[in-house]
């Protein structure tokens, strides 16, 4: 069974500086893998996705995520935050089939001004 | 657009009891899935059903069922309720074009269980 893991429950970083969320997989095959956020009373909103091809991937907020196949890692980046990006991250991998997405236990982002 | 829409947004029910929950996927999405969400984890996967029909069913008890309506909406079940069931329900859908794997998430309905 597929797993993911991320190893910061909370990441403080200071606005305008730049931010690295990790994300590690377990799964036999090739995944497909997934980052979302959730904004306090919010659902999750998509940021990214990688299926296959380029292992950098750009998101939306000007996020991108990198795919490493040797370290069953999906990192998430992005060069310079905002306080706007505070909120819980999740990173998920599809096993395939019909079963829905395992998510990791999230990473709390906070924004220090 | 709309996006995936969910009611009710909260709810307070007693052990015991029996809940449904109800989501409308984005128009046009023919798949429709359920998360649970406890506090302070990330979702975990109860249900996904296409076309009408249940896909695929995640390691909860038999207490938790739901079904897929014609127009795609979708309810989601709780039967004899549990204070562990108290959760983040949230509802995701995926397009029509055969793909289950870009999921969109409605804002969850909150169950409190007492």
């Known amino acids: 069974a597929q797993s993911v893991t991320q190893p910061d429950i909370h990441i403080t970083v200071s606005e305008g500086a730049s931010l690295e969320l990790r994300c590690n997989y377990s799964?036999?095959?090739?995944?497909?893998l997934f980052w979302y956020v959730q904004s306090p009373g919010q659902g999750l909103q998509l940021l990214l996705k990688?299926?296959?091809?380029?292992?950098l991937v750009q998101g939306i907020k000007g996020f991108e995520a990198e795919f490493k196949r040797s370290q069953s890692s999906f990192n998430l980046r992005k060069p310079s935050v905002h306080w706007s990006d505070a909120a819980e991250y999740f990173c998920?991998?599809?096993?395939?089939?019909?079963?829905?997405?395992?998510f990791g236990k999230g990473t709390h982002l906070i924004i220090q001004p | 657009d709309a996006g995936v829409t969910q009611s009710p947004t909260h709810l307070i029910k007693t052990r015991g009891q029996q809940v449904t929950l109800r989501c409308s996927p984005i128009?046009?999405?023919?798949?429709v899935s359920w998360y649970q969400q406890v506090l302070g984890q990330g979702p975990q996967f109860i249900f996904q059903?296409?076309?009408?029909?249940?896909?695929g069913r995640g390691n909860f008890p038999d207490r938790f069922s739901a079904r897929q309506f014609p127009n795609y909406s979708s309810e989601l079940n709780v039967n004899a309720l549990l204070l562990g069931d108290s959760a983040l329900y949230l509802c995701?859908?995926?397009?029509?074009?055969?793909?289950?794997?870009?999921?969109?998430f409605g804002p969850g309905t909150r169950l409190t269980v007492t």
């Open positions: 059903y296409y076309e009408k029909e249940e896909r």
């Open positions: 998920a991998v599809l096993g395939g089939g019909a079963d829905g997405l395992t």
């Open positions: 990688y299926f296959s091809g380029d292992t």
């Open positions: 799964y036999g095959a090739t995944p497909y």
């Open positions: 128009s046009g999405h023919k798949s």
């Open positions: 995701a859908s995926s397009s029509n074009r055969g793909t289950f794997y870009e999921q969109y």
